[in-house]
Protein backbone atom coordinates (compact mmCIF):
# COMPACT_ATOMS: atom_id res chain seq x y z
CA UNK A 1 0.00 0.00 0.00
CA UNK A 2 0.98 3.88 0.29
CA UNK A 3 -0.94 6.74 1.18
CA UNK A 4 0.16 10.06 0.02
CA UNK A 5 -1.78 11.77 3.32
CA UNK A 6 -3.45 10.59 6.19
CA UNK A 7 -6.15 12.87 7.99
CA UNK A 8 -8.38 13.47 10.91
CA UNK A 9 -11.63 15.14 10.24
CA UNK A 10 -14.25 16.05 12.40
CA UNK A 11 -18.45 14.92 12.12
CA UNK A 12 -18.15 18.78 9.86
CA UNK A 13 -15.15 17.65 7.67
CA UNK A 14 -12.83 20.38 9.57
CA UNK A 15 -9.33 18.91 9.02
CA UNK A 16 -8.39 18.85 13.13
CA UNK A 17 -5.06 16.54 12.03
CA UNK A 18 -3.15 16.25 8.62
CA UNK A 19 0.27 14.67 7.63
CA UNK A 20 1.22 14.79 4.17
CA UNK A 21 3.54 11.15 3.61
CA UNK A 22 4.66 11.93 0.11
CA UNK A 23 3.89 15.35 -0.93
CA UNK A 24 2.69 14.07 -4.59
CA UNK A 25 -0.98 15.26 -3.91
CA UNK A 26 -2.61 19.12 -2.95
CA UNK A 27 -4.17 18.97 0.37
CA UNK A 28 -6.40 20.60 -0.36
CA UNK A 29 -8.41 17.98 -2.30
CA UNK A 30 -9.53 17.30 1.24
CA UNK A 31 -11.99 19.58 1.19
CA UNK A 32 -14.27 17.82 -1.74
CA UNK A 33 -14.29 14.73 1.14
CA UNK A 34 -17.33 15.95 3.14
CA UNK A 35 -19.47 16.96 0.15
CA UNK A 36 -19.01 13.83 -1.68
CA UNK A 37 -19.92 12.05 1.28
CA UNK A 38 -23.34 13.68 2.19
CA UNK A 39 -24.24 13.56 -1.73
CA UNK A 40 -23.63 9.74 -1.51
CA UNK A 41 -25.00 9.18 2.24
CA UNK A 42 -28.31 11.63 0.46
CA UNK A 43 -28.38 8.69 -1.99
CA UNK A 44 -28.20 5.83 0.02
CA UNK A 45 -25.11 5.22 -1.75
CA UNK A 46 -22.40 5.25 1.01
CA UNK A 47 -19.48 3.51 0.02
CA UNK A 48 -16.23 3.04 1.98
CA UNK A 49 -14.28 4.91 -0.80
CA UNK A 50 -14.57 8.28 -2.76
CA UNK A 51 -13.22 9.93 -5.80
CA UNK A 52 -12.84 13.14 -6.50
CA UNK A 53 -10.36 13.64 -10.03
CA UNK A 54 -7.47 11.36 -9.25
CA UNK A 55 -7.75 11.68 -5.65
CA UNK A 56 -9.19 8.87 -3.88
CA UNK A 57 -10.27 8.93 -0.49
CA UNK A 58 -10.28 5.13 1.95
CA UNK A 59 -11.98 6.41 5.30
CA UNK A 60 -13.36 4.96 8.30
CA UNK A 61 -15.28 6.09 10.96
CA UNK A 62 -14.73 6.23 14.63
CA UNK A 63 -17.12 7.78 17.48
CA UNK A 64 -16.89 11.82 16.06
CA UNK A 65 -14.10 11.53 13.98
CA UNK A 66 -13.52 10.37 10.24
CA UNK A 67 -10.11 8.89 9.74
CA UNK A 68 -9.36 9.31 6.08
CA UNK A 69 -6.50 8.25 3.43
CA UNK A 70 -5.92 10.38 0.30
CA UNK A 71 -4.09 8.44 -2.30
CA UNK A 72 -3.38 8.85 -6.39
CA UNK A 73 -2.03 5.34 -6.81
CA UNK A 74 -4.03 2.02 -7.14
CA UNK A 75 -3.35 1.29 -3.43
CA UNK A 76 -3.97 -2.18 -1.78
CA UNK A 77 -7.27 -0.71 0.10
CA UNK A 78 -7.58 -3.44 2.11
CA UNK A 79 -3.94 -2.42 3.71
CA UNK A 80 -5.12 0.75 3.80
CA UNK A 81 -8.26 0.32 5.71
CA UNK A 82 -6.40 -2.61 8.13
CA UNK A 83 -3.57 0.04 9.08
CA UNK A 84 -6.03 2.76 9.50
CA UNK A 85 -8.00 0.66 12.14
CA UNK A 86 -4.49 -0.12 13.81
CA UNK A 87 -3.31 3.35 14.20
CA UNK A 88 -7.26 3.56 16.02
CA UNK A 89 -6.42 1.38 18.30
CA UNK A 90 -2.69 3.31 18.84
CA UNK A 91 -4.93 5.90 19.86
CA UNK A 92 -7.35 4.30 22.16
CA UNK A 93 -4.49 2.72 24.00
CA UNK A 94 -2.53 6.24 24.50
CA UNK A 95 -5.91 8.15 25.32
CA UNK A 96 -8.30 5.70 26.35
CA UNK A 97 -10.93 7.29 24.54
CA UNK A 98 -10.76 8.27 21.01
CA UNK A 99 -12.90 11.32 20.05
CA UNK A 100 -12.45 14.99 18.80
CA UNK A 101 -11.33 16.13 22.08
CA UNK A 102 -8.66 13.61 23.04
CA UNK A 103 -7.32 14.56 19.82
CA UNK A 104 -7.42 18.23 20.35
CA UNK A 105 -6.26 17.59 24.19
CA UNK A 106 -2.88 15.37 22.42
CA UNK A 107 -2.45 16.99 19.20
CA UNK A 108 1.45 16.96 20.02
CA UNK A 109 1.63 13.28 20.98
CA UNK A 110 -1.17 12.61 17.71
CA UNK A 111 1.66 14.53 15.04
CA UNK A 112 4.19 12.51 16.59
CA UNK A 113 2.66 9.16 16.39
CA UNK A 114 1.78 10.27 12.81
CA UNK A 115 5.15 10.36 12.04
CA UNK A 116 6.15 7.41 13.87
CA UNK A 117 3.58 4.81 12.29
CA UNK A 118 3.90 5.81 8.74
CA UNK A 119 6.85 6.82 6.47
CA UNK A 120 7.02 8.16 3.13
CA UNK A 121 3.52 6.34 2.51
CA UNK A 122 4.45 3.32 3.97
CA UNK A 123 3.58 1.88 7.31
CA UNK A 124 6.10 1.72 9.69
CA UNK A 125 5.85 1.10 13.50
CA UNK A 126 2.29 0.01 15.08
CA UNK A 127 2.98 -1.76 17.99
CA UNK A 128 2.07 0.58 20.84
CA UNK A 129 4.36 -1.10 23.16
CA UNK A 130 7.10 -0.41 20.97
CA UNK A 131 5.40 3.66 20.37
CA UNK A 132 5.17 4.43 24.12
CA UNK A 133 9.70 3.52 24.54
CA UNK A 134 9.70 6.58 22.14
CA UNK A 135 6.89 8.62 22.87
CA UNK A 136 5.22 9.96 25.91
CA UNK A 137 1.79 12.19 26.66
CA UNK A 138 2.88 15.52 28.33
CA UNK A 139 1.73 13.86 31.89
CA UNK A 140 3.86 11.27 32.10
CA UNK A 141 7.68 11.75 33.70
CA UNK A 142 10.19 10.19 32.22
CA UNK A 143 12.73 8.95 34.69
CA UNK A 144 16.00 11.13 35.38
CA UNK A 145 19.47 9.46 35.04
CA UNK A 146 21.98 8.70 32.19
CA UNK A 147 20.65 9.42 28.47
CA UNK A 148 20.41 5.34 26.89
CA UNK A 149 18.31 4.25 23.82
CA UNK A 150 14.97 2.41 23.74
CA UNK A 151 14.88 -1.13 24.81
CA UNK A 152 13.28 -1.26 21.67
CA UNK A 153 16.68 -0.46 19.30
CA UNK A 154 19.16 -2.80 21.70
CA UNK A 155 16.87 -5.79 22.46
CA UNK A 156 15.81 -8.24 20.42
CA UNK A 157 12.74 -8.60 22.82
CA UNK A 158 11.34 -5.49 20.70
CA UNK A 159 7.37 -6.02 22.52
CA UNK A 160 8.84 -6.04 25.88
CA UNK A 161 10.64 -3.51 27.98
CA UNK A 162 13.84 -4.62 30.35
CA UNK A 163 13.26 -3.67 34.56
CA UNK A 164 9.45 -4.62 35.10
CA UNK A 165 9.08 -5.56 38.26
CA UNK A 166 5.73 -6.20 40.17
CA UNK A 167 5.06 -7.35 44.09
CA UNK A 168 2.89 -10.38 42.82
CA UNK A 169 3.83 -12.19 39.78
CA UNK A 170 0.93 -13.39 37.76
CA UNK A 171 -0.36 -14.68 34.29
CA UNK A 172 -4.10 -14.73 33.94
CA UNK A 173 -5.08 -16.57 30.35
CA UNK A 174 -8.63 -17.02 28.72
CA UNK A 175 -9.01 -19.65 26.16
CA UNK A 176 -12.28 -17.98 24.05
CA UNK A 177 -14.46 -20.05 21.48
CA UNK A 178 -17.17 -18.91 19.09
CA UNK A 179 -19.25 -20.85 17.52
CA UNK A 180 -20.73 -20.04 14.41
CA UNK A 181 -23.85 -21.62 13.08
CA UNK A 182 -26.36 -21.84 10.13
CA UNK A 183 -29.40 -24.44 10.66
CA UNK A 184 -32.13 -24.71 8.24
CA UNK A 185 -35.47 -25.37 9.09
CA UNK A 186 -35.55 -28.68 9.35
CA UNK A 187 -32.57 -28.53 11.71
CA UNK A 188 -29.58 -29.43 9.32
CA UNK A 189 -26.89 -27.92 10.39
CA UNK A 190 -25.26 -26.10 6.73
CA UNK A 191 -22.51 -24.52 8.22
CA UNK A 192 -20.00 -24.80 11.39
CA UNK A 193 -16.88 -23.09 13.03
CA UNK A 194 -15.49 -22.85 15.71
CA UNK A 195 -13.06 -19.58 15.92
CA UNK A 196 -11.24 -19.59 19.06
CA UNK A 197 -8.35 -17.04 20.14
CA UNK A 198 -5.97 -17.34 23.39
CA UNK A 199 -5.56 -13.79 25.30
CA UNK A 200 -3.35 -13.54 27.98
CA UNK A 201 -2.67 -10.70 31.17
CA UNK A 202 1.13 -11.04 31.68
CA UNK A 203 2.05 -9.78 35.06
CA UNK A 204 5.58 -10.67 35.48
CA UNK A 205 8.53 -8.91 36.39
CA UNK A 206 12.02 -9.08 34.02
CA UNK A 207 12.26 -11.58 31.36
CA UNK A 208 10.51 -14.97 31.56
CA UNK A 209 9.99 -17.61 29.29
CA UNK A 210 6.46 -19.10 29.26
CA UNK A 211 5.82 -22.56 28.07
CA UNK A 212 2.51 -23.56 27.03
CA UNK A 213 1.32 -27.13 26.34
CA UNK A 214 -2.00 -28.09 24.73
CA UNK A 215 -3.68 -31.28 23.54
CA UNK A 216 -2.83 -30.50 20.14
CA UNK A 217 -3.19 -33.55 17.86
CA UNK A 218 -0.23 -33.49 16.38
CA UNK A 219 1.58 -33.33 19.09
CA UNK A 220 -0.03 -36.40 20.85
CA UNK A 221 0.56 -38.16 17.52
CA UNK A 222 4.47 -37.24 18.00
CA UNK A 223 4.42 -38.72 21.55
CA UNK A 224 2.67 -41.81 20.73
CA UNK A 225 -0.41 -40.68 22.49
CA UNK A 226 -2.98 -40.96 19.82
CA UNK A 227 -5.68 -42.51 22.37
CA UNK A 228 -5.46 -39.23 24.55
CA UNK A 229 -8.72 -36.63 23.60
CA UNK A 230 -6.92 -34.38 20.88
CA UNK A 231 -7.58 -31.30 19.00
CA UNK A 232 -6.52 -30.41 15.66
CA UNK A 233 -6.17 -26.92 14.63
CA UNK A 234 -6.30 -25.18 11.54
CA UNK A 235 -5.34 -21.83 10.35
CA UNK A 236 -3.03 -21.05 13.41
CA UNK A 237 -1.77 -17.53 13.92
CA UNK A 238 0.76 -16.69 16.92
CA UNK A 239 2.05 -12.99 18.24
CA UNK A 240 5.63 -12.49 17.13
CA UNK A 241 6.84 -13.34 20.50
CA UNK A 242 6.07 -17.08 20.09
CA UNK A 243 9.52 -18.89 18.85
CA UNK A 244 7.61 -20.37 15.40
CA UNK A 245 10.76 -22.64 14.56
CA UNK A 246 10.62 -24.24 18.27
CA UNK A 247 6.37 -24.86 17.56
CA UNK A 248 7.54 -26.34 14.18
CA UNK A 249 9.90 -28.62 15.57
CA UNK A 250 8.66 -30.03 18.47
CA UNK A 251 5.08 -28.18 19.06
CA UNK A 252 5.70 -26.54 22.00
CA UNK A 253 4.84 -22.92 22.28
CA UNK A 254 7.47 -20.71 23.71
CA UNK A 255 7.64 -17.01 24.13
CA UNK A 256 8.74 -14.12 26.14
CA UNK A 257 5.56 -12.42 26.77
CA UNK A 258 4.84 -9.02 26.07
CA UNK A 259 3.99 -7.12 29.11
CA UNK A 260 -0.76 -6.51 30.07
CA UNK A 261 -3.22 -7.54 27.71
CA UNK A 262 -2.36 -9.50 24.16
CA UNK A 263 -3.29 -12.25 22.07
CA UNK A 264 -1.13 -15.21 21.93
CA UNK A 265 -2.90 -17.12 19.23
CA UNK A 266 -6.25 -17.69 17.00
CA UNK A 267 -6.99 -20.38 15.52
CA UNK A 268 -10.29 -21.86 13.43
CA UNK A 269 -11.76 -25.80 13.38
CA UNK A 270 -13.99 -26.49 10.86
CA UNK A 271 -15.92 -29.48 12.32
CA UNK A 272 -19.61 -30.02 12.94
CA UNK A 273 -20.94 -28.63 16.12
CA UNK A 274 -24.44 -29.10 16.99
CA UNK A 275 -26.46 -26.36 18.18
CA UNK A 276 -25.89 -25.89 21.96
CA UNK A 277 -28.73 -23.80 22.41
CA UNK A 278 -31.63 -25.49 20.38
CA UNK A 279 -34.41 -23.33 19.22
CA UNK A 280 -37.56 -24.70 17.63
CA UNK A 281 -40.67 -21.90 16.57
CA UNK A 282 -44.04 -22.09 14.93
CA UNK A 283 -46.67 -19.67 14.14
CA UNK A 284 -50.42 -20.09 15.13
CA UNK A 285 -53.21 -17.93 13.19
CA UNK A 286 -56.24 -16.56 15.34
CA UNK A 287 -59.12 -14.93 13.10
CA UNK A 288 -58.02 -12.58 10.82
CA UNK A 289 -55.56 -10.08 13.13
CA UNK A 290 -54.29 -12.19 15.39
CA UNK A 291 -51.60 -14.39 15.77
CA UNK A 292 -49.23 -16.28 18.26
CA UNK A 293 -45.50 -16.76 18.04
CA UNK A 294 -44.40 -19.92 20.21
CA UNK A 295 -40.58 -20.59 20.78
CA UNK A 296 -39.01 -23.16 22.55
CA UNK A 297 -35.49 -22.79 23.38
CA UNK A 298 -33.43 -25.93 24.44
CA UNK A 299 -29.68 -26.50 26.02
CA UNK A 300 -28.09 -28.87 24.57
CA UNK A 301 -24.93 -29.33 26.69
CA UNK A 302 -24.09 -31.01 30.18
CA UNK A 303 -26.12 -30.05 33.03
CA UNK A 304 -23.07 -29.00 34.94
CA UNK A 305 -22.49 -26.22 32.46
CA UNK A 306 -24.39 -23.07 32.78
CA UNK A 307 -25.50 -20.34 29.47
CA UNK A 308 -25.13 -16.63 30.76
CA UNK A 309 -26.89 -14.06 29.25
CA UNK A 310 -28.69 -15.65 26.61
CA UNK A 311 -30.66 -13.31 23.70
CA UNK A 312 -32.66 -14.94 21.50
CA UNK A 313 -33.80 -12.70 18.32
CA UNK A 314 -37.21 -13.89 16.96
CA UNK A 315 -38.05 -11.54 13.98
CA UNK A 316 -41.45 -10.51 13.10
CA UNK A 317 -43.78 -9.11 10.96
CA UNK A 318 -43.01 -5.26 10.14
CA UNK A 319 -46.46 -4.02 10.88
CA UNK A 320 -47.06 -6.14 13.96
CA UNK A 321 -48.37 -4.18 16.78
CA UNK A 322 -49.80 -4.74 20.28
CA UNK A 323 -47.54 -6.98 21.74
CA UNK A 324 -48.25 -9.87 24.45
CA UNK A 325 -45.64 -11.94 25.95
CA UNK A 326 -45.66 -14.93 28.09
CA UNK A 327 -42.45 -16.76 29.17
CA UNK A 328 -41.65 -19.69 31.38
CA UNK A 329 -38.39 -18.15 32.42
CA UNK A 330 -36.39 -14.49 31.93
CA UNK A 331 -38.30 -11.68 30.02
CA UNK A 332 -39.73 -10.80 26.80
CA UNK A 333 -39.93 -7.05 25.00
CA UNK A 334 -40.55 -6.03 21.24
CA UNK A 335 -38.08 -3.90 19.52
CA UNK A 336 -39.84 -2.54 16.75
CA UNK A 337 -37.24 -0.71 15.38
CA UNK A 338 -35.67 -4.42 14.14
CA UNK A 339 -38.66 -6.49 13.79
CA UNK A 340 -38.10 -8.58 16.52
CA UNK A 341 -38.79 -10.38 19.52
CA UNK A 342 -35.92 -10.48 22.39
CA UNK A 343 -36.28 -13.10 24.77
CA UNK A 344 -33.62 -12.52 27.42
CA UNK A 345 -32.59 -15.38 29.71
CA UNK A 346 -30.32 -14.23 32.53
CA UNK A 347 -28.84 -18.38 33.34
CA UNK A 348 -29.88 -21.28 30.93
CA UNK A 349 -28.30 -24.15 32.51
CA UNK A 350 -27.87 -27.67 30.75
CA UNK A 351 -30.62 -29.99 29.69
CA UNK A 352 -33.18 -27.32 30.08
CA UNK A 353 -36.04 -26.24 28.11
CA UNK A 354 -38.37 -22.68 28.43
CA UNK A 355 -40.61 -21.63 26.18
CA UNK A 356 -42.15 -17.76 25.15
CA UNK A 357 -45.35 -17.26 23.60
CA UNK A 358 -45.59 -13.69 22.24
CA UNK A 359 -49.10 -12.47 20.82
CA UNK A 360 -49.42 -9.61 17.88
CA UNK A 361 -52.49 -7.89 16.12
CA UNK A 362 -51.77 -7.76 12.26
CA UNK A 363 -53.49 -5.96 9.71
CA UNK A 364 -53.97 -9.02 8.09
CA UNK A 365 -52.49 -12.60 9.18
CA UNK A 366 -52.48 -13.42 5.12
CA UNK A 367 -49.43 -11.30 4.75
CA UNK A 368 -46.93 -12.49 2.65
CA UNK A 369 -44.43 -10.92 5.15
CA UNK A 370 -45.74 -13.49 7.83
CA UNK A 371 -43.92 -16.26 5.79
CA UNK A 372 -40.67 -14.31 5.41
CA UNK A 373 -37.78 -16.64 6.73
CA UNK A 374 -35.66 -14.60 8.43
CA UNK A 375 -33.27 -16.63 10.93
CA UNK A 376 -33.37 -16.72 14.30
CA UNK A 377 -30.32 -15.42 16.49
CA UNK A 378 -29.30 -16.67 19.46
CA UNK A 379 -26.73 -15.10 21.54
CA UNK A 380 -24.62 -16.56 24.63
CA UNK A 381 -22.01 -16.91 26.75
CA UNK A 382 -20.72 -20.48 28.33
CA UNK A 383 -18.10 -20.06 30.97
CA UNK A 384 -16.05 -23.10 32.22
CA UNK A 385 -16.62 -24.57 28.92
CA UNK A 386 -15.15 -24.65 25.09
CA UNK A 387 -16.40 -27.00 22.07
CA UNK A 388 -13.96 -27.81 20.25
CA UNK A 389 -12.41 -29.51 23.89
CA UNK A 390 -9.06 -27.81 24.03
CA UNK A 391 -7.29 -27.69 27.08
CA UNK A 392 -4.55 -26.17 28.49
CA UNK A 393 -2.00 -29.10 29.63
CA UNK A 394 0.82 -27.12 31.20
CA UNK A 395 1.54 -23.49 31.28
CA UNK A 396 5.50 -23.11 33.03
CA UNK A 397 6.72 -19.85 34.16
CA UNK A 398 10.77 -19.81 33.93
CA UNK A 399 12.76 -16.41 35.07
CA UNK A 400 16.68 -16.57 35.96
CA UNK A 401 15.73 -14.81 39.31
CA UNK A 402 13.39 -18.06 40.12
CA UNK A 403 10.90 -16.24 41.80
CA UNK A 404 7.15 -17.78 42.46
CA UNK A 405 4.44 -17.14 39.48
CA UNK A 406 0.81 -18.25 39.74
CA UNK A 407 -0.45 -18.97 36.47
CA UNK A 408 -4.84 -19.02 35.99
CA UNK A 409 -6.80 -20.42 33.39
CA UNK A 410 -10.50 -19.28 32.36
CA UNK A 411 -12.51 -21.24 29.52
CA UNK A 412 -15.42 -19.44 27.38
CA UNK A 413 -17.56 -20.06 25.03
CA UNK A 414 -19.63 -17.44 23.08
CA UNK A 415 -22.45 -17.82 20.66
CA UNK A 416 -20.54 -15.82 17.09
CA UNK A 417 -22.86 -16.65 14.28
CA UNK A 418 -25.57 -18.70 15.32
CA UNK A 419 -28.60 -18.34 13.32
CA UNK A 420 -31.23 -20.48 13.20
CA UNK A 421 -34.11 -20.79 10.44
CA UNK A 422 -37.10 -21.42 12.10
CA UNK A 423 -41.01 -21.46 10.32
CA UNK A 424 -41.63 -17.89 10.58
Not at 35 to 46: F, S
Not at 159 to 170: F, T
Not at 350 to 364: C, D, I, N
Request: net charge neutral; aromatic share 10%.
Amino acid sequence: MSASAIFILDLKGKVLICRNYMGNMDMNQIDHFMPILMKREEEAEMSPLVSHGSAHFLWIKHSNLYLVAMTKKNANAALVYSFLYKIVQVFKEYFKELEEESIRDNFVTVYELMDEVMDFGFPQTTDSKILQEYITQQGHKLEVGAPRPPATVTNAVSWRSEGIKYRKNEVFMDVIESVNLLVSANGSVLRSEIVGSIKLKVVLSGMPELRLGLNDKVLFEITGREKSKTVELEDVKFHQCVRLSRFENDRTISFIPPDGESELMSYRLNTTVKPLIWIESVIEKFSHSRVEIKVKARSQFKSRSTANNVSILVPVPSDADSPKFKTSTGSAKWVPEKNVVQWNIKSFPGGKEYVMRAHFGLPSVESDELEAKRPITVNFEIPYFTVSGIQVRYLKIIEKSGYQALPWVRYITQSGGLDLNGKL
